[in-house]
């Protein structure tokens, strides 16, 4: 009986097992990228604009060209070279936006850069982040493989890579800093340095350091002064440029406008459910009266009980948070929650997502009760969905739009406070939050005594 000749690629799928799942959905993505790039390349913008108005909402509809945020960079610096003040006028970017970052960026740009070397970098930076998702991403089955997909081709991760924005720099630095996180000291203080060099271009990844609570107290104590140091070096060298920087974000509005974070627009945030609801009433932005106030305190009450509610059942569980997975889970975690309560970004941040399903997942895979288990069965479905929120809204008009906006506020409400759970939860098993609880405990023993 004749032999039947096997497909190649069918071989190659048997070989790698389960493991072949890893490779599907960025070898998609960077085909996705690479079509998107013939398209522009080739001349055939017509082609490119629509892919990208199918994916985009009202609030981030795509620009005239690719990469404006790196533009954005790029133009900037060229224009402090050229001895302008960016932070009152700034004729090199294409929609004169003032320059509202920290001033590191004008720092570490190199000189021969500017506006012209936007297409190439910015291609650079987008094709790094979407081959980083190898080693982001493992899926052992379809389903996870789905999740994953559904997180990467969102219209969220698709608006951070259509401008280049430069929060993927920040991811790949945050990345980059937990793979060489491997539990050993001097590895985690080189970990920590590219923690603060993210923090130190964007701010918000600052809340990294707290994960300086892993070592006991001496060393703790050590990495901190340092990271401290350099702080407050960095901002009292730079503190007029600081300053003048944040003064220049933008800030939320009633009205989504093309570019700012708004209550109601292509943003989330700790803020947009009661103040939306201000805004949607008709009541000012600025002062939406004690209506909000009394929703935004019963949401924040809601969200400790919640807090508090999913620590137990994490302790109560016994989790070994030493995985690699699970440790990029808790870092994922201070993040979001992080971003969500102390403001409003845009919904490129989203991208954080993805480093936060694969602990998920692990979390599932081990967990020992029906209800932790069915908390991370939920949030893998929650963040495609968030990512996918803004594309969904777009779909519904009049008061169903309102429904659907109010649903996604609420949901985001859950699972930052879920995240919220899960940070404390690996930061209170930590060794310097130990000592120093027992320290406290035995000085209250000693005072009774």
């Not at 070994?320 to 919904?347: K, M, N, P, V």
């Not at 990512?387 to 969904?392: A, L, P, R, S, Y």
């Amino acid at each position: 009986m004749p032999m039947t000749r096997r497909n190649p690629l069918i071989l190659l799928w048997q070989a790698l097992g389960s493991s072949a799942y890893q490779f599907v959905v960025p070898a998609a993505a960077l085909s996705l990228f690479a079509a998107m790039a013939f398209f522009w390349l080739g001349g055939f913008h017509r082609a490119y604009f629509s892919v990208l108005h199918f994916f985009a909402s009202r609030e981030e509809e795509p620009f005239a060209t690719p990469f404006l945020d790196m533009d954005y960079l790029l133009a900037t610096a060229q224009c402090s070279r050229h001895g302008f003040d960016v932070y009152l006028s700034n004729p090199c970017d294409a929609l004169g936006r003032l320059f509202d970052y920290s001033p590191l960026w004008l720092i570490v740009m190199p000189r021969r850069l500017g506006s012209a070397d936007t297409l190439w970098l910015g291609a650079l930076v987008d094709v790094a982040f979407l081959s980083s998702l190898l080693f982001v991403m493992r899926p052992r089955s379809p389903a996870e493989a789905a999740i994953f997909g559904l997180a990467v081709f969102s219209p969220a991760t698709l608006f951070a890579l259509e401008r280049a924005n430069s929060d993927l720099l920040i991811f790949l630095l945050i990345l980059y800093g937990s793979a060489v996180d491997n539990g050993a000291p001097i590895r985690r203080g080189l970990s920590y340095l590219f923690y603060l060099t993210a923090g130190l271009l964007k701010y918000y990844p600052l809340v990294l350091l707290i994960l300086l609570v892993r070592h006991r107290r001496r060393v703790a104590l050590l990495y901190g002064g340092a990271m401290v140091s350099a702080l407050l070096a960095f901002a009292f060298y730079y503190r007029g440029q600081i300053i003048a920087s944040l003064a220049n974000v933008p800030e939320s509005s009633c009205i989504a406008e093309r570019f700012h974070p708004s209550f109601v627009g292509n943003a989330f945030g700790a803020k947009n459910l009661p103040f939306g609801l201000a805004c949607r009433l008709g009541a000012a932005c600025l002062r939406p009266g004690a209506a909000a106030a009394r929703l935004f305190l019963i949401l924040s009450l809601m969200t400790l009980f919640r807090i508090r509610r999913t620590m137990r059942s994490f302790a109560a569980a016994e989790i070994d948070w030493h995985g690699s997975e699970l440790q990029t889970l808790a870092l994922a975690s201070l993040l979001i929650a992080s971003c969500f309560f102390a403001g409003t970004s845009l919904d490129y941040r989203e991208i954080y997502f993805l480093l936060a399903i694969p602990g998920l997942l692990e979390l599932r895979s081990a967990a020992k009760t029906a209800a932790q288990r069915r908390l991370c069965s939920l949030l893998c479905a929650a963040l495609p969905l968030l990512m996918w929120g803004q594309f969904i809204r777009q779909g519904f008009s009049g008061a169903f739009a309102s429904a659907a906006w109010a649903v996604r506020e609420l949901l985001w409400w859950w699972v930052a406070a879920a995240f919220a759970a899960i940070a404390l939860s690996y930061l209170t098993r930590q060794p310097f939050i130990e000592e120093f609880a027992r320290s406290l405990r035995s000085r209250i023993e000693a005072g009774k005594g």
